[in-house]
């Protein structure tokens, strides 16, 4: 019997099963995702960053990137180029720092009048929380410098993820392993890592003391009988009826012979 440690990790990305190169929607769906993607051992959620393609002929194209995320935080990129047919009706300035932004707007014409950031004092303009960063400079993102997606750069608090057991880090490493055999020291286990021992434990990970005083010769018809072992060592003597029987193993036999031979010219007294 053996025992053995095994941490199982996810590092492969989501595949897209479904993503057009090119799709075409209306302003009214244009918050709809075009693309499905799958993942082997987990969830997976679907994000996209658009960007509208100004100075194209015809007007109404949008440039999209897809991020697929499985729970374990691996990602794949898809881009897509949409057609709204019905452009028109959604087109203008997308961008709120401007003086001319529409809300109803969801495809950026390039039409934008953006005022400056600061006033004269060098005071954000806009700046919803009040953090002394611009609301268009603003970087959401992981900020505990504990979390395995921590962003250095974030200005505004986004989701964290955390490994999902508290010994071991980001990459699935225990935090602590004093002998280093890949068992974290809270998942150590004592015991006897003999197995002829009285007392061997197969689930033990770290070698403790052993006991073999159940280790004797366990047939009562044997002259060293020990009514105390339990465990069979192998070493009972057994008394024999042949006379030639040197060894005996109740037969006589060629280890008799060299047995006799071992002492040939020896001088008895």
Known sequence: EAIQLITIRDTTAPSFTSLE????????????????????????????ATYSAIGVSPEGQQLRIY????D?????????????????????????GASNYSATASIDDGSCIMNSLYDENGTCISDTDEDGVCDLLEIVGCQD??????????TDAGDCLYPSNADLDCSGNCLDDADEDGVCDNDEVEGCQDMDACDYNP??????????????????????????AYIEDGSCQFPSSCEGDLDLDGAIGVSDLLMLLDGFATMCE
């Open 203 to 228: 689930n033990a990970t770290e070698s403790s003391s052993c006991s073999y005083s159940c280790l004797g010769c366990t047939y009562s018809e044997a002259s060293n009988y020990d009514s105390s």
């Open 145 to 154: 410098e504990m979390a395995c997606n921590y962003m250095v750069q974030a």
């Open 72 to 96: 374990c935080g691996n990602t794949v990129e898809g881009i897509q180029l949409v057609q709204f047919l019905d452009a028109e009706n959604c087109l203008g300035c997308t961008s709120e």
């Open 21 to 48: 190169t090119f799709a075409t929607t209306t302003c009214e769906e244009g918050g709809v995702i075009f693309a499905e993607a799958t993942d082997t051992c987990s969830n997976v959620f679907i994000s996209m």
């Open 67 to 70: 991020i697929a995320s499985d």
